[in-house]
Nanobody
Framework: HVNLAESGGGLVQPGGSLRLSCSAS????????MGWFRRRPGIERELVVV???????DSADSVKGRFTISRDNAKNTAYLQMDSLKPEDTAVYYC???????????????WGPGTQVTVSS
């Protein structure tokens, strides 16, 4: 079994920055994808950014140039640096990882519990 732990959410003023972290623990053989989705009030869950093995990064147009994802594979941890935050970035952010487990070498998607990000003056 694998567990994802998130941290770094909070309240920030427009134009400010936050960094989210997501760490995986458990029976991990490898991680092929790390990323975040978000759920904004009244809007279905949407992709924010995902980093694939090999370096490819997919991100929503609304966050390009402002949000940066990075990975520390040795620590099974992903980071989301969010700069120039806007009120419309207010959402619950959920990290996810596509993980191959040690026990059975099968691939699973895991989700973090979510962390609230509020951008408001």
């Amino acid at each position: 079994h694998v567990n994802l732990a998130e941290s770094g959410g909070g309240l920030v003023q427009p134009g400010g920055s936050l960094r989210l972290s997501c760490s995986a623990s458990g029976s991990i053989l490898s991680i092929s994808r790390m990323g975040w989705f978000r759920r904004r009030p009244g809007i279905e869950r949407e992709l924010v950014v995902v980093a694939h093995n090999g370096g490819r990064v997919d991100s929503a147009d609304s966050v390009k140039g402002r949000f940066t994802i990075s990975r520390d594979n040795a620590k099974n941890t992903a980071y989301l640096q969010m700069d120039s935050l806007k009120p419309e970035d207010t959402a619950v952010y959920y990290c996810y990882m596509t993980i191959t487990e040690t026990a059975d070498a099968r691939v699973y998607d895991y989700w973090g519990p979510g962390t609230q990000v509020t951008v408001s003056s």
